[in-house]
């Protein structure tokens, strides 16, 4: 079955880079996603990144992805301490192979020291 | 504003006293699903809702019904709720399911 895998914590200082780590089983994954989930608060896309791309930039966040690997990763440049929070990876796959769901990792807190 | 909206955000219940949390879209999704989240274990999925009268069984299905008689609404419905079913429920929608999910702010539920 599919299974996505992350660290569980992850500690910066203010103004430092973050990766954050995730590792997926699925070979048919099509669909990479980040999620962010701050206290009390449901959660939030971040960036995706579709299985034929390598990397994906966007403002602080750069999405790299290894498909020979099953690794994806999450770099968050000039990490703030707003960026502290619990960060989920998730995959999901295209209709026609198989159910429609994310699957999702156990999420990474990164926490920010100032 | 589009939203995903969960009621109530916070329930206290004793086992077995039947209760129902309720979600609601306002962006016309055909794709809505209930997740629960426990420590250590991520999110996993409970029941989703392809489109209006069409449900089917997540990963973590026991314990737990929906309905889907409306597009914009998909409740869960605890028959006989039991201290496992302790966690925090988020509904999520989205225009198809392999597509960006939009969540609700979450329900805490405590069975005791």
């Known amino acids: 079955g599919e299974d996505v895998e992350q660290s569980l914590f992850l500690s910066v200082r203010e103004g430092d880079s973050s990766v954050i780590n995730c590792t997926y089983t699925?070979?048919?994954?099509?669909?990479l996603y980040w999620y962010k989930q701050e206290p009390g608060a449901g959660l939030q896309l971040l960036t995706y990144i579709f299985s034929n791309m390598d990397m994906k930039q966007d403002q602080r966040l750069t999405v790299l992805l290894n498909k020979k690997d099953k690794h994806l990763s999450l770099r968050i440049a000039d990490t703030q301490t707003g960026d502290s929070a619990i960060y989920f990876c998730a995959e999901s796959r295209a209709p026609d192979t198989g159910r429609r769901a994310l699957t999702f990792g156990s999420g990474t807190r990164l926490q920010v020291q100032p | 504003e589009a939203q995903v909206t969960q009621n109530p955000r916070y329930l206290i219940t004793v086992t077995g006293k039947k209760l129902t949390v309720t979600c609601s879209q306002n962006?016309?999704?055909?794709?809505m699903s209930w997740y629960r989240q426990d420590p250590g274990l991520g999110l996993r999925q409970i029941y989703y809702s392809m489109n209006v009268e069409v449900t089917d069984k997540g990963d973590v299905p026991e314990g737990y019904k929906v309905s889907r008689k409306e597009k914009r609404n998909f409740p869960l419905i605890l028959e006989s709720p039991s201290p496992n079913q302790t966690s925090l429920y988020f509904c999520?929608?989205?225009?198809?399911?392999?597509?960006?999910?939009?969540f609700g702010q979450g329900t805490r539920l405590t069975v005791v």
């Open positions: 999520a929608s989205s225009s198809r399911g392999y597509t960006e999910a939009f």
């Open positions: 699925d070979s048919s994954s099509t669909y």
């Open positions: 962006m016309n999704h055909e794709y």
